[in-house]
């Protein structure tokens, strides 16, 4: 395991997730107190978008529109330079339960995970998909059978879409077609045996690592948050495990960012415990945190 530094950026979330780095700002959802913030260096945190719905993955078109997943109401919002909200895509049509993460492609295809199950309500895990969302607001389902698409990141040279499917303790990769669609399907990581389908606790148990937020440097190397282990760690591209870090006041760490001025800032996304701040019973307990990591940035997001 590797020893660096790691600073508190701030603190008092509910809980933290879509960690990016853009215009010199980490860029968070706060998803239970319903708020897209952003941080400057110092840690102090502007609220830039409320969403009733939690808000969850963030990207960007390529026009600077901030595209905001919202959960519940599974639902695209697209927030324009002027500070104005609308429905950019509707998923509840395809989608019976909560959209989650997302990347944003070059071309502005936003690519959306639902987590497939009422996790929050504790209900036992079901398979769920990705969807892809055309810049003109298109809906269709390009990946399903996916055991709760997570994290997602796309390669630096374009090519690649790897998802982290958290409840099969795996990354997957897809070949971007040429019109968006995600072909050759195939295991880039897969950590341990993936567990019985079973209880939400005793699938979060049976994995040796449960993906949750990812980004990726220039090397493709992809850091992963390990939601089951209180740890990230560092994918190679050949899906070995080449680094591991663990937040020193033993929180959890849900997701990450890759960005700061130099671009080797690794941002931490931090919480003692998930289901409390999913439940509501920990209000202010979410913690982002710095270390800094030897490769800079590269790829989407």
């Known amino acids: 395991m590797t020893t660096r ?73 697209k927030r ?3 500070g104005a909200v609308s429905v950019h895509a509707d998923l509840s049509g395809v989608c019976d339960y909560e959209i989650n993460d997302m990347v944003v492609d070059k071309d502005g295809r936003a690519y959306i995970g639902t987590i497939g199950f009422a996790i929050a309500q504790g209900e036992d895990p079901r398979a769920g998909s990705v969807y892809r969302v055309d810049p003109d607001g298109t809906v269709s389902v390009v ?57 939400t606790a005793e699938m979060m148990a049976g994995v040796d690592l449960l993906p949750d937020g990812c980004a990726i440097d220039v090397e493709d190397h992809i850091w992963i948050a390990d939601g089951a282990k209180k740890r990230i760690v560092r994918l190679s ?19 990450c960012a890759l960005g700061g001025p130099d671009n080797r800032t690794l941002l931490l996304c931090t919480v003692p415990d998930f289901f409390a701040a999913a439940q509501g019973i920990d209000t202010d307990k979410a913690v982002l945190k710095t270390t800094t990591v030897d490769v800079p940035h590269g790829g989407r997001p």
């Open 237 to 255: 591209p050949q899906g070995e495990i080449v680094e591991e870090l663990t937040d020193p006041a033993g929180n959890g760490i849900y997701a």
């Open 80 to 82: 324009a330079a002027n």
């Open 143 to 199: 990946a399903d059978g996916m055991w709760c698409p997570n994290g997602m990141v796309i390669t630096n040279d374009d090519s690649t879409l790897v998802v982290a499917e958290s409840f099969a303790g795996r990354m997957t990769a897809f070949t971007f077609g040429d019109n968006g669609e995600l072909t050759e399907r195939r295991v880039l990581a897969q950590f341990g045996t993936p567990p019985p389908v079973g209880p």
């Open 5 to 77: 530094t790691v600073e508190t950026l701030a603190s008092g979330g509910h809980y933290f997730e879509g960690a990016r780095w853009r215009d010199g700002l980490w860029w968070v959802s706060d998803i239970y107190a319903g708020k897209v913030c952003t941080y400057d260096s110092s840690g102090t945190r502007t609220v830039i978008m409320e969403v009733e719905g939690n808000p969850s993955g963030l990207g960007w078109l390529p026009d600077g529109s901030l595209l905001v997943v919202s959960m519940h109401d599974r639902k695209l919002l």
